[in-house]
């Protein structure tokens, strides 16, 4: 059975960081792209960032600069390091991983962030 497991959320005021950790289990992580997209309530889900089994990296827009995505194959684990948060990253963060050559793909839970004034 796979699992994808996200923790790291939480509250933090503007200018904050957080460090999002996504582990896998059931996947030979190596085989995946791994990305965390984020939602909130009202609106679409949201891509934020995206790693490949090459480890070539593509960020949202609105999250470039502040954000870094990175992986441990040896762990099937994705991570994303947030720094200077504002209220607008504020959502549900999703780990999502993608089998390179078929597509099958994977959600977890989510973790809430929240970035408070």
């Known amino acids: 059975q796979v699992q994808l497991v996200e923790s790291g959320g939480g509250l933090v005021q503007p200018g904050g960081s957080l460090r999002l950790s996504c582990s896998s289990s059931?996947?030979?992580?190596?085989?995946?792209?791994f990305g965390w997209y984020r939602h909130v309530l009202g609106r679409q889900r949201e891509f934020v960032a995206e790693i490949t089994t090459d480890n070539n990296e593509k960020y949202a827009d609105s999250v470039k600069g502040r954000f870094t995505i990175s992986r441990d194959n040896a762990k099937s684990a994705v991570f994303l390091q947030m720094n200077s948060l504002k209220p607008a990253d504020s959502a549900v963060y999703y780990c999502?991983?993608?089998?390179?050559?078929?597509?099958?793909?994977?959600w977890g839970q989510g973790t809430q962030v929240i970035v408070f004034i």
């Open positions: 059931g996947i030979i992580g190596s085989m995946y792209v």
């Open positions: 999502h991983a993608r089998e390179k050559t078929s597509g099958l793909d994977y």
